[in-house]
């Protein structure tokens, strides 16, 4: 009896050891500045190495628009596969969910926490002036990506790396035209609507007045309507329903993104209307995820316009480049392509990493 209560005491204490030494390592994991740690806790040799330690990393504060499409999905991706420990970095990552008051918060924060760097995907253009500053005045440098800031001063940021959306835009334009020539249609009365994505996002004014300076050579081409679908796909299928019920003659769908176009052929189909190259639509759509070429595939989609989400490693690179002192480029293009049903589908899904 009495050797198994030693044991028994034995246990208790070896677990309660165990506990602490779990608690410990768990906290490791977070780094904690010198403000941060509890007042009067005498921090273990090994803790005070590990956060020297973690010194040595670039600690870069992330805002991300949020998670509202497949390409902001496979753009967090490219990021979270790109700022890793191994990669010598300590990230912060914070998802806006599509509000730009969250952003603004995010940012205040990475200042609070004196990050290295701030990486800013900006949901509108506007509103950005007065957290810049705070940004420059705690010496921060600021990298955006993506979509891009309307400033009274460009020097607030550092650089941009993302798409040329005003030429996606033309791109689509141009596709339809020669497609519409192609099919005898070059001069017969064209009606179209827009699908746009959130009002005053790069993407969505880029994509729309890229189409709209194509529109301007074509006047059998009438736009019915462009309504603000703010890139989901939920409202992708709302707006097109409305469409639908005003317009009886739509000809083609101009949708500034592929979950607003998933959205659209849903609507379109419930109509009891058909999309694609042998439908009564012609959907032209921009992203051209994995999931849009299949449809493709399946005869839903005409064309779609490439936006690269493999933002990670450019962003990585500007960064790697100020921390040696090195000049960068304002403004850099990622580069993009466009599908369409004339090509071999198939092989191209299987490459395609988004
Ligand atoms: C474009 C990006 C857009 C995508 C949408 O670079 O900002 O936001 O086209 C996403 O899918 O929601
Ligand atoms: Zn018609």
């Known amino acids: 009896m009495q050797n198994s209560i030693i044991n028994m005491k034995k246990i208790v204490v070896g677990i309660g050891v165990l506990l602490c030494m779990l608690l410990w390592f768990s906290s490791c994991g977070t780094r904690m500045s010198e403000s941060e740690q509890p007042v009067g806790t005498d921090l273990l040799k090994e803790e005070k190495e590990l956060v020297e330690e973690g010194d040595n990393y670039i600690v870069v504060g992330i805002s991300q628009v949020g998670s509202e499409s497949d390409w902001r999905i496979a753009c967090t991706e490219s990021l979270r596969n790109t700022f890793t420990q191994e990669n010598g970095y300590y990230l912060i990552f914070e998802d806006a969910q599509q509000k730009q008051e969250n952003q603004l918060k995010a940012l205040r924060d990475f200042i609070l926490q004196e990050v290295d760097y701030i990486v800013l995907d900006p949901i509108v253009e506007t509103g950005w002036d007065a957290v810049l500053q705070e940004a420059r005045d705690a010496g921060i440098p600021v990298i955006l990506m993506d979509r891009q800031v309307k400033v009274s001063d460009e020097s607030l940021y550092t650089a941009w790396v993302g798409s040329d959306f005003r030429g996606q835009g033309v791109l689509a334009g141009s596709w339809l035209s020669d497609y519409l020539e192609e099919q005898g249609r070059g001069s017969e009365r064209i009606n179209i609507v827009t699908l746009q994505g959130t009002l005053d996002s790069t993407a969505q004014l880029g994509r729309t007045s890229g189409f709209a300076s194509v529109m301007e050579q074509h006047d059998n081409w009438v736009m019915l309507e462009r309504q603000d679908a703010d890139f989901t796909q939920t409202k992708g299928q709302e707006v097109m329903e409305e469409f639908l019920k005003t317009y009886p003659d739509i000809d083609v769908v101009v949708s500034e993104n592929d979950n607003m176009t998933f959205g659209a052929i849903e609507a379109i189909e419930a109509a009891g209307k058909t999309c694609g190259p042998d439908g009564d639509i012609i ?72």
Do not use: H, W
């Open 283 to 354: 959907i032209l759509s921009f992203d051209a995820g994995r999931a849009a070429l299949q449809a493709m595939e399946e005869g839903e989609i005409n064309a779609d316009f490439e936006c690269n989400p493999n933002l990670g490693p450019l962003v990585s690179e500007i960064i790697q480049k100020l921390e040696q002192g090195e000049e960068t480029e304002k403004l850099q293009y990622i580069k993009e392509t466009y599908f369409d049903t004339t090509m071999d589908l198939e092989s191209l899904i299987e490459v395609r990493t988004y």
